[in-house]
Every structure is written in C-alpha cells, then in structure tokens.
C-alpha cells in the first residue's frame, strides 16, 4: 500500500467516523428535547 493510499483511506475512515458519531449525537439531543 502506497502512503497516498493510507492517507486516504484514514481520512474516509475519519469521515465516517465522524459521520456516525454526529448521528450519534444527534440522536440523543432530539431524544433530550
């Protein structure tokens, strides 16, 4: 694997982490609401 490789796949793997942990939160403040 290329270093561009890694690179990219960190950051697609960062967006969705982030992604999934925005719903996350998300979620929960409606629920608060």
Known sequence: MTLDGAIA???????????????MFGLRAVKLI
């Open 9 to 23: 796949y960190f950051v697609i793997l960062g967006g969705m982490w982030a992604l999934a942990t925005g719903l």
